[in-house]
Every structure is written in structure tokens, then in C-alpha cells.
DNA sequence: TAGATTGTTAATCGATTAACAATC
DNA sequence: TAGATTGTTAATCGATTAACAATC
């Protein structure tokens, strides 16, 4: 059942709607207009509009939003209705780090295992899970349901290990290493290039000190 | 001295530009075409010969661009030329996790000591600085040049601690809190929202299987 | 009913792609 | 000189904003 192809700018607003709504409903605001969200958020009312109408009305004239409606349903969208398992491979600072991050699974992120090539991480535990040997990755992913894949390892690895994760029943990628991932039809991929996203801040930075001296 | 303004999908792009340069370098590689970086980058020729041109001719007619020249002029533009000096606020999972990210370094960013409020975590290093407290920051920055700030604390401690940061000299934030901060102009912030990066990948996932079944 | 605010169409703006003259 | 490939202008495409009729 194919849907109307959602523009990457539109879904990369929703988590954003998402954290706004959810402040909203913590305060306990009923209602809100695309208005006031506009203001709230620095954007234009009429763009909120349009992205929520990707989607069917939410909306009521005359009323505007209900912040808990909304909420739910830009949930739903994003996906967070349900339940997904993921592990992590690599489990240097960053690796232990995310597995360590509560907030995911209060979002159905539920967390594993975790898996390194280096052998004297046996054995240590990562949230109460035991750091595997990734020559166990196969079995383990044979053996249990995993959705996710977090990869926190350097980028010679991970191009190596995509082949065994899809075939293995991996659905989506989360990729930390600094390569760009070829994967097949029907896998997700989302990259966090750190050292990039750190590259832009430079930009700005060393730009605005060109401009003003 | 007003540049031509550049836009920021133009600036999001260079610094996947300079990591395939950087890996052609490696490689020996001398002239690449724009025709050949599209294809190995999968974007169009025009728009790389379209995006390299907003800062200046790059390339030569009949011949294309040279590698490591190319390489040095992107490196210049994002601003990597120089060294700037950083702290961490936040020595959780994610906090220590960056101060150990070797690479950063590389690239010219000097880690310069790491704060937190939780006085249990006083005394322990991250990359041989000691964690200090955090009602020690303000001292700490009078007396130290600090260019950029890694904000990797909880949003609450974040917004309370922008005020302090840029009235003491800080000049850029990467925040990597959930929340929009609110800084004076000149001042910049580029964020990281992992949380919203990974529901991205959900909202690709749960998409994909509701077309698929 | 009158007022408010959505949903949606139309207008504008900006970014990407195509085309080609300039030139190495 | 002929061939290749850039730099740049023009055409297209898509995303954002404005406007307003529909409707609660």
C-alpha cells in the first residue's frame, strides 16, 4: 500500500514537533493554534500547517490543535507505537555511552546486547548486558530478534559487517562511523557524523570571526 | 567584511566533500573530475561544480580539480586551520565518550578539561583532565582561552548555563541536549539530537514495513 | 451568528539540474 | 588544434510562504 512520498525536510521537522508537544502536554495545555506553536517554535505558522496536512487533518477549525491528539499521533508516524530491539557493535566509549542512555527505552528502544572485537572486553557489562565477541554476532542475530544495529566502530569495520547484519535479519542502521553505508532495497540507514556535525560548528564559527574582524 | 551568503545545505555538504578527498589523497589519487566525484559520492556533477564555486574557481578547465589542493581550500573554508580550544560540560556516558574521541584532536580541537555538578565524579580523569566541578567554570574560563563549549548535560542544566558560557568568552556551543538554546547573536550552536535522529530511523522503518505487508 | 483557525490552493522563493560558452 | 572539463547562465523542480475559502 503505497502512501504520498513524504518530502526528508517534513520528517525531519516531526521529532522536533514531537518535543514541543510533549512540553506542551507536560504543562498541561489542551489546545494549541499553529499560531502559537509557530512562535513558540521560530517557524512559519503556515509551514506547521502543511506538515501536519502530509498526514491528514489534525486540526479543527475555529480551535485550532489538541496538544495530546497531536501528540500521539506524530507518535505514531514517527513510529514510536511500538517496539524495536537493537544492538550496538563496538563497544568503545561512544557504544557504552548509547547503551547506557535510558531515554530510548522509555521510547520502545530496547536494548540487547552489545558486541566488540576485542577480546579483553569479554565479559565486562554494558547495562547489564555482557560485552559479546563479534564473531558471535551471527548466531546471536539468528538466535534473537533484532531490529536495529548501532554502529559505534570504525569505518573499516562497519563496511565489512553490513553484509552479515542484512542477512541476518537487520532492519535499520544507526550509523556512527564516518563512511557511507551501501545497503540494500528495504534497509534503513541513518547516519550521526559527529566529527561533521563538529565541522559545521567550525565553519560557522571561523566564518562569523572572518566577518567581524 | 560581508561574504556572500552561503546556504546551510551548501555548508552541510563540504565536509562529506573533504572526507572523500581525504580518501582519494590517501589513495594517491591527483585530479578527480566532477564527473567522477559525483559518481563516487552519488550527487550530480552540477551541483558539486555549482557548490565549489560559491567560494571561488577551484578547478581548471579540461583538466578538473586537483586533489590536494581541493582538499586544503575545503579544509580552509570549514575553518580547520586553525585550532580551537574546547570544554565539556557533562562527564556522563556521552561526555566522556567525546573527551576520549582521539580524532577530534586531529582536526584541531584541544580538549581542556571536562565539568560536572556531581562532586562523586571529582578527582577522576577523561584524556588526563581531571573532572572539575562545575561551579568552578566560570574561574576556569576567565583564566583559560576556550573557544567551544560540548554541552552534554540534561536540558534543564543546559539553558541555565548558556548565560555563563558566552558572558565568559565562549564563542560556539555543540549541544547535544534536547532543547533549542537561546544565544546572543554571534555566539554559535550546532546541535546533536540523538534522540531524534534514532525516532528518523523509525519513522523510515515503521514505513517501510506499513508498505511492505 | 460572528470569530477563529484550519485545510488547501496559489504565489514566491530558493535550490538543484541542465546546458553551453569559455578556456585550459 | 581538438578534446575535456570547468564556471556560469538558464530552466526546472521542490519547498516555503501567503492568501483565503471552508467550517467548526
Not at 121 to 139: A, F, P, T
Amino acid at each position: 500500500m503505497q502512501e504520498k512520498e513524504i518530502s526528508q525536510a517534513v520528517v525531519s521537522r516531526l521529532p522536533r514537533y514531537l518535543r514541543y508537544l510533549g512540553e506542551l502536554k507536560e504543562k498541561g495545555v489542551e489546545r494549541v493554534s499553529s499560531q502559537e506553536l509557530s512562535q513558540l517554535m521560530n517557524v512559519t505558522a503556515s509551514q506547521i500547517r502543511q506538515d501536519f496536512n502530509n498526514f491528514g487533518g489534525f486540526g479543527q477549525q475555529g480551535y485550532g490543535y489538541n496538544v495530546e491528539y497531536l501528540y500521539t499521533e506524530i507518535s505514531k508516524i514517527l513510529g514510536l507505537d511500538r517496539e524495536y530491539n537493537f544492538i550496538i557493535i563496538g563497544a568503545g566509549n561512544l557504544g557504552r555511552a548509547l547503551g547506557n542512555y535510558l531515554n530510548f527505552e522509555r521510547r520502545g528502544f530496547i536494548f540487547k546486547g552489545i558486541f566488540d572485537k576485542d577480546e579483553s572486553l569479554v565479559g565486562k557489562e554494558v547495562r547489564g548486558e555482557k560485552i559479546r565477541l563479534i564473531s558471535e554476532l551471527e548466531d546471536f542475530l539468528k538466535n534473537n530478534t533484532v531490529d536495529i544495529a548501532v554502529l559505534t566502530i570504525p569505518k573499516v569495520g562497519a563496511v565489512g559487517l553490513v553484509d552479515v547484519l542484512v542477512d541476518n535479519g537487520i532492519k535499520a542502521i544507526w550509523n556512527f562511523a564516518h563512511v557511507d553505508l551501501d545497503v540494500p532495497d528495504g534497509v534503513q540507514v541513518e547516519n550521526v557524523h559527529l566529527s561533521e556535525s563538529l565541522m559545521k560548528l567550525s565553519y560557522k564559527l571561523s566564518r562569523y570571526e572572518r566577518e567581524n574582524k
